[in-house]
């Protein structure tokens, strides 16, 4: 037995067993990654410039955005090292800081799609209380409710899993998460992580309980709009939210809660991406494309880049002229 600070390294899982599919990897990881950064730099860069954008549902956007990136940042650049580089170690603090930090944005993001759903619930169901429900204070404690949440709730988990005395080597999945920690821990040893992790899923459980039910109740103020072009627009909005969030919750709960018999190595990995990374890729498009403001602030930020280069060009053309 021993105790997992007594570790220099871990041994992650490789990606694929060929090169070429490890290449692949790098490349598929890489082109999400940079359209997940690209997506989410555009809806930071859009909601702080824009004034129109300077309200609730822009303010939990801009820190959706930031989740989404930590969450890309956290797991993401590693895998791709190792699938480079054909290496398959991690310190023992790389690992920690990465299940950390991974579970710290998971938390934080997965509170702030509750809390947007909530500003939706009473945007729709009670607007005249919107600005009273809603203030620019009320934002501001939800949001830093939300990022505490994920710091204790990271905190916990990594702590009592690193406290574990290890038995089983030091071979983990493709990235360092709990259940892959919990395998190599001592078959008695573990029951607490296990239960936080029933708790915390209760907890995720209780809040998508909360979603969906501000859902039906979204849906049946829609019904109500006369309006087949405005119900169109809201159905069109809050399915592919809902969709997101069962996603992200299904898989993840899954993950962490299936028996280890039913275990697999490309299992775990489809899993992992399915709630670590696609959610960071789509939320972008997801919670952007149907706002018509979001869309104006990206076109007026795009031309304001052409606008600055074509004037770059000119003064450069300008400098020429003179040297001459």
Sequence with gaps: MSNSSSMAQFLLLALADRRELQLL???LFLAI???ALLANGLILSAVACDHHLHTPMGFFLLNLSLTDLGCICTTVPKAMHNSLQNTTTISYMGCAAQLFFFYFF????FSLLTIMCYDRYVAICKPLHYGTLLGSRACAHMAAAAWATGFLNALLHTANTFSLPLCQ???LGQFCEIPHMLKLSCSDSH?????LLVVSCCLGFGCFIFIVFSYVQIFRAVLRIPSQQGRHKAFSTCLPHLAVLSLFLSTGMFSHLKPPSISSPSLDLTLSVLYSV?????????YSLRN???KDALRKLVAGFRGNNKVCL??????????I
């Design 25 to 27: 990897h790098f490349w």
């Design 33 to 35: 990654s940079l359209a």
């Design 106 to 109: 998971m938390s934080a993001e």
């Design 169 to 171: 080597g030091n071979a």
């Design 191 to 195: 029951l607490r992580e296990v239960w």
């Design 278 to 286: 696609v959610p960071a890729a789509l939320n972008p498009l997801i």
């Design 292 to 294: 018509q403001e979001l």
């Design 314 to 323: 000119l003064l450069q053309s300008m400098q020429k002229v003179t040297t």
